[in-house]
């Protein structure tokens, strides 16, 4: 037991990220059966979409699991009230302001973290009560802070800021990864590529073997003039690439993007003009499994990596 | 004792990177004194100024250290000249290719080790029989790699490649991050940013100012269309990220650049028009302390950090 389990009422300090296009019930429920803490990802759901997430997720597990909402949503609202309706008791929200909504949920019972990309939004999320903050590092897929700071550099940083139970997220795929966030500071992880690369990630099948076949530098933060976003390299990475080499304004880029890229690249499989988002940690992947056997992976290497970091001292400086 | 320490003969394996104007005698010998291995950084030094500073080196310390010396150098031919007439033992290379030069050295006796930001490189400096490899993740300042992958995708990804001895180099500033990076597969760590902000490093006083005073996302990987460098901001790198974002050509760049801006900004201390080169880690440092601290501390920290990781078995999962 450490404080995120307690704060979350779960066995493993796991959790599962609530990416958009990629987590829905199927997932969230697996990760949570196995121990960690399944999140479903509201991001790209509509309310009642959600809702129906919900119910199944409900259905297929008994252990606790929870919702992401980003907070710069068009139907925020009407998310809002569909997660109270149901009763969810975790709620992780990200981008936008914490202070904004974590009251709210907070009134209802409802145990809430923040997704930030350094130490001073990590100080407002503290400010503002929320129960955990995850700081994500630059290596992280998706949505990331302009700062850049890697995981490396972030999780010492906040650990210093804030006395709040702190979770890892950005580069983490395994157990070696879990164990060095939690040496850096942290208290849990925060694991979206990883479970990606799962048999109950509803992203397309085509989507999730591109990402297993991935290489060192197969992913690229993109778009920095509109909001800055980790993309795995494909046609339409290169057209936004090419854009910005040439000093496209945001205008320009915000045209290339249109709208639904995502979705027509994660869910319908066009695996070259949609927009991948997907974290550097792809290039360590090394098939698709089911969420459960992640689980358990991850932290049977964390168990193995801690007992030969323990047992090392007799080697080197004890 | 690890293979990193048998190999260089030190104490402990903490290497002090050789960086430009800042790497001189007094660094390489307070850090090899001090049980760690001093690099003196022949980036910025003609062959006789290098003569000159390992001679003095020698007279101050009768431990291991060694030169660091960039393959893409305008005098290359004299600088290994030097090194060898001056019976160096430990060379590192950085930048080029590691074949080149690799055999040269080894036929005199020498050890070597080379720097690259990538597994498929670290698998090229094995096949061309280096002693060690150091893995250089995104938040390392100075020149950098164009994968932008961080430390803490890279160093599980090139130990699964190498099995040579592995050093993590990149956003590493204390015990708990060469904790964690020894966690993640690394047997060593080459530690830059922190020693900048030493009393022997040579650079100028109000360049080591600047570097403690920096704050998170202080420093920026620029000049991408040249070779990408991480820079500490000022008004110059200011002026380099403007006409990015216009879309500048390499040409423009590099007439912007000019000649001599790093010795500028980080040996003369023109803080605002220099090219100041330093880490991501630069966000996490306390103060300007001796070498001899700098080691003592991060190690003593190191030993910290592995007794509590041991202990929370207890707690967590045991």
Redesign the interface.
């Known amino acids: 037991?450490?404080r995120v389990?307690e704060l979350f009422g779960i066995k493993?300090?796991i959790i599962q990220g609530g990416m958009v296009w990629c987590s829905g019930w199927e997932l969230a429920s697996a990760v949570s059966n196995a121990g960690g803490l399944g999140l479903i990802g509201a991001g790209s759901m509509s309310p009642e979409m959600l809702r129906a997430h919900i119910l199944k997720c409900k259905e297929a597990t008994d252990k606790p699991f929870g919702v992401n909402v980003p907070l710069l949503f068009s139907h925020l609202q009407e998310t809002m009230k569909v997660i109270v309706d149901e009763d969810v008791k975790i709620v992780f929200t990200s981008g936008g302001k914490p202070d904004l909504w974590t009251s709210f949920l907070k009134d209802k019972g409802i145990k809430v973290a923040h997704v930030v990309p350094?130490?001073?939004y990590a100080a407002k999320c503290e400010a503002a009560g929320v129960d955990a903050v995850v700081a994500e590092?630059?290596?992280a897929g998706g949505h990331n802070g302009?700062?850049?700071?890697?995981?490396?550099?972030l999780i010492?940083?906040v650990r210093e800021t804030i006395k709040i139970p702190l979770i890892a997220a950005?580069?983490?795929?395994?157990g070696?990864?879990m164990?060095?966030?939690?040496?850096?500071?942290a208290e849990g992880v925060q694991i979206g590529t990883r479970f990606v690369a799962s048999w109950e990630c509803s992203a397309n099948a085509g989507f999730k073997q591109k990402v297993v076949e991935c290489e060192?530098?197969g992913t690229?933060?993109a778009l920095k003039?509109l909001a800055p976003v980790r993309l795995l390299r494909n046609k339409f990475c290169a057209e936004v690439l090419e854009l910005e080499?040439?000093?496209?304004t945001a205008e320009e880029l915000t045209q290339l993007l249109g709208k639904g890229r995502a979705g027509k690249g994660m869910f319908e499989g066009d695996i070259e003009n949609g927009e991948l988002e997907i974290g550097?940690?792809a290039?360590?992947l090394k098939g698709i499994l089911p969420a459960g056997e992640i689980v358990d992976s991850i932290?049977n290497e964390?168990?193995q990596?801690?007992k030969e970091?323990?047992e090392?001292?007799a080697?080197?400086?004890?």
Do not use: D, H
């Open positions: 037991m450490n389990t493993y300090p350094g130490a001073k590092g630059f290596e302009r700062e850049e700071t890697t995981t490396f550099c010492p940083k950005g580069g983490i795929t395994g070696r990864a164990l060095a966030a939690m040496v850096l500071g060192e530098g690229v933060l003039k080499s040439r000093g496209a550097q940690g290039s360590l932290w964390f168990l990596a801690r970091i323990s090392a001292g080697q080197l400086g004890s």
